[in-house]
């Protein structure tokens, strides 16, 4: 626990130089990349902090990771142009060939390379990912890909993008066999890929990717041929902690501000804290935002301790997105219906997010 208040710390440092105006400049900006944000927590090592140490990264576990994505969206700044970084690295570390870590990992580590696309869903397969119809073509060099995918954030910002594509057609009813990974370089597709920005209300820097005969190699292939949906179920469940991470951030923010704003603001001569009608919503949130961290922490556990987590991770996803929203609710119901959350805090992401769905 000492070493998580001690990541806590180093994390909110970090992201106490980029505050909410820095957040809403980039929005102004048309949606910037965070570049300069990105580049701090590469450099301190936040973002290979799932790299194990022999290959240049930070050797820790999910549960640190989990902390570190926590605190940045406690902070009121936004993950989502860095999370995929720590994700995918389940898919490379625990299928990935030896020669594919030795050369990829370090750079990775160092940020001399970007791993954070993650490019699965297809515009007639959403979360059905046994029906994706991208298809890779064994040849005596490798493979030829073609196919389109959709809704990949951050591709125009990765040097490097996880593949799911079908090598070979499922039996009736399996749909999720005939699947296999691949480690593409975007560096070297040339125009074999090509990406068409997606218009967002939140920018997410998100892209349509068509893929059109691209030449991979033998080795681009992660795991085992066919059988990347079995590889791609530990970069899920990893995801799926790490979002839990940011939804009990972004509860936290909620809270932390509401609360705050409880305490000062004066009507008939006392703070509004002092009515129950004010307490009763917030305290019911962090009971529900504290039930949420310990099923995040418990997944986490499992994943670090290499034991099965799917229902663990899935169920914190769930409960943590559910006290994320009850948060961000108590947080617009303290503020009032005449005040504007986002424009009230030091937040340019989390709290437009949450409260543009809540009657403002």
């Not at 994390?11 to 957040?23: H, T």
């Not at 030795?102 to 954070?116: D, F, M, T, V």
């Not at 499922?170 to 920005?197: C, K, M, Y």
């Not at 005969?213 to 990893?238: K, M, Q, S, T, Y």
């Amino acid at each position: 626990m000492e070493e998580l208040t001690s990541v806590r710390q180093a994390v909110r440092q970090i992201c106490a130089r980029y505050d909410g105006s820095y957040w809403q400049g980039l929005e102004r900006d048309g949606g910037r990349y965070p570049e300069d944000f990105i580049r701090e927590l590469t450099e301190s090592g936040w973002l290979g902090l799932l790299i194990p140490e022999e290959y240049g990264g930070g050797g820790a576990g999910v549960t640190e990771a989990g902390v570190v994505l926590e605190e940045i969206h406690r902070s009121g700044a936004n993950a989502n142009a860095c999370h995929a970084q720590m994700y995918t690295m389940g898919v490379l570390l625990h299928h990935g060939s030896e020669e594919q870590k030795r050369r990829y990992l370090p750079e990775i580590a160092s940020g001399k390379l970007r791993l954070q696309a993650f490019a699965v869903t297809e515009p007639d397969a959403g979360s059905d990912t046994s029906r994706i119809r991208t298809r890779a073509v064994r040849t005596d060099d490798g493979f030829v890909v073609n196919g389109q995918k959709i809704y990949i954030s951050r591709v125009a910002y990765s040097d490097l993008m996880i593949l799911l594509a079908r090598t070979s057609d499922a039996p009736e009813g399996r749909g999720t066999q005939g699947l296999s990974i691949f480690l593409v370089d975007l560096r070297e597709a040339g125009d074999a890929v090509t990406l068409q920005r997606i218009p967002m209300t939140f920018n997410h820097h998100t892209y349509q990717v068509f893929i059109n005969d691209l030449r991979l190699p033998h080795d681009a292939l992660v795991g085992e041929i066919d059988n990347g949906f079995r590889h791609i179920i530990d970069g899920w469940n990893v995801e799926r902690i790490l979002v839990s991470s940011e939804a009990i951030g972004d509860a936290r923010f909620f809270v932390d501000r509401a609360t705050e704003y409880a305490k000062q603001r004066q009507v008939f001569g006392r703070p509004i804290g002092m009515n129950q009608g004010v307490q009763f919503p917030l305290a019911q949130a962090s009971a529900h935002l504290e039930a949420a961290d310990l099923m995040r922490f418990e997944a986490a556990r499992r994943f670090d301790a290499g034991e099965k987590c799917g229902p663990q991770a899935n169920m914190a996803k769930l409960l943590a997105s559910q006290a994320s929203w009850e948060a961000a609710n108590a947080a617009v119901t303290t503020y009032g219906a005449t005040a504007s959350l986002s424009s009230t805090t030091s937040n340019g992401s989390s709290a437009r997010r949450s409260c543009s769905r809540s009657p403002l």
